[in-house]
């Protein structure tokens, strides 16, 4: 079945460690996006990738970095320098920009 | 940016009756789309809406493309215990030199009492 698989579905991370979140989708898609999401909070636009070898930063990006050197594949590394990192975290892709999006299962990140 | 605003921001129904909630944004779009998140997983793409006027049924679930094109609505008949959890409505935003980007409300949260 084709679709977007984050790993892993649980995360811990102690105070001053950097954290790498893996997503990856196997339908073809150009765009790739991650989303973060906090309790009772809609979806807030961390980094996007419309190309691989290209991305752009969203709404939240600071304390955050990406790389996008395969089309299937954008992970998303959660640095010390994110002081509240505690959340939901979403990645979904699209035909392209501006098309319906399809999302992974997410993955919820704890501090210890 | 552009908003898009959904109401209401929760509601608690009982099981068998009726939902009804929107999605309205100052801008016109030219697609809404409307997902489900269950509790703890990602979002589900229920409808989507092409064209202004639009009426899409997806089961129990019917959404409507708003004739202004600034609006959309999703009502869901006869409600049952699965049907809990966020729906949100989402829209391609212009974000300048020529793209657009996914815009998304920030949800409307069902509650159904058995």
């Known amino acids: 079945d084709g679709g977007i698989t984050q790993s892993p579905k649980y995360l811990f991370r102690k105070e001053g460690q950097n954290v790498t979140l893996s997503c990856e989708q196997n339908?073809?898609?150009?765009?790739m996006y991650w989303y973060r999401q906090d309790p009772g909070q809609g979806l807030r636009l961390i980094y996007y990738?419309?190309?691989?070898?290209?991305?752009q930063k969203g709404d939240i990006a600071e304390g955050y970095s990406v790389s996008r050197e395969k089309k299937e594949s954008f992970p998303l590394t959660v640095t010390s320098a994110q002081k509240n990192p505690t959340a939901f975290y979403l990645c979904?892709?699209?035909?392209?920009?501006?098309?319906?999006?399809?999302f992974g299962d997410g993955t919820r990140l704890s501090i210890l | 940016g552009q908003q898009l605003n959904q109401s209401p921001q929760s509601m608690f129904i009982q099981e068998g009756e009726d939902v009804s909630m929107n999605c309205t944004s100052s801008?016109?779009?030219?697609?809404w789309l409307w997902y489900k998140q269950d509790p703890g997983e990602g979002p589900v793409l229920l409808i989507a809406?092409?064209?202004?006027?639009e009426l899409t049924s997806n089961g129990r679930l019917t959404a409507q493309f708003g004739i202004t094109r600034k609006d959309s609505f999703l009502n869901i008949s006869a409600s049952i215990p699965s049907d809990v959890g966020i729906y949100f409505c989402?829209?391609?935003?212009?974000?300048?030199?020529?793209?657009?980007?996914?815009?998304f409300g920030k949800g409307t949260k069902l509650s159904v009492i058995p």
């Open positions: 809406l092409y064209k202004a006027g």
């Open positions: 339908l073809n898609h150009d765009a």
């Open positions: 990738s419309q190309i691989v070898n290209d991305f």
């Open positions: 979904a892709s699209s035909i392209g920009q501006g098309q319906p999006q399809h």
């Open positions: 989402a829209g391609p935003a212009y974000s300048g030199a020529g793209s657009y980007q996914l815009t």
């Open positions: 801008s016109i779009f030219n697609t």
